[in-house]
């Protein structure tokens, strides 16, 4: 296994994407108070303080291969209608898995929806999703993130 980055490139790039992402909804009046965060894994550095919410989702299992089919484990949460939601995913590769999570998200939220994927395959994609934030753009590898 070969490390695609290093410890501090993550740490330089986390810390410009949540100031890119902070940049972007302070220019939006009605986002500047309390926006969600709904990811499957946490690390917020901007300067604004995101109620976070977790969900999951899983479209691999076991495999090294997207089965193509996205299962959601448990539910997405409710009683945030009217935020406005930032939708974050470690790896964005076919789609699917943030397609699908952006869809359920819509019917139970009705305030602005924006993504972020940590690493981008953009060769790998077969649904068309926005993705509004990207960490890191990367080749079709098989990729781990550990945290």
């Not at 789609?95 to 009705?110: D, M, N």
């Not at 990367?138 to 781990?144: C, E, K, M, Q, S």
Request: charged share 20%; proline share 3%.
């Amino acid at each position: 296994m070969r490390v695609l980055f290093s410890a501090a490139e993550i740490a330089a790039r986390v810390d410009a994407l949540a100031g890119e992402i902070a940049h972007h909804l302070s220019r939006i009046r009605h986002c500047r108070r309390r926006f969600l965060l709904q990811t499957s894994s946490a690390r917020w550095t901007g300067p604004a303080r995101p109620g976070i919410e977790f969900m999951r989702l899983s479209s691999y299992g076991l495999a090294k291969e997207n089965a193509g089919v996205v299962h959601l484990l448990g539910d997405i949460p409710t009683g945030h209608a009217g935020r406005p939601v930032l939708l974050v995913d470690d790896i964005v590769d076919t789609g699917r898995a943030i397609a699908r999570a952006a869809a359920q998200l819509s019917q139970r939220v009705t305030g602005d929806l924006w993504t972020c994927a940590f690493l981008y395959k953009p060769q790998r994609r077969e649904i068309a999703v926005a993705i509004d934030f990207v960490g890191f753009s990367i080749g079709d590898v098989f990729a781990v993130v550990r945290y």
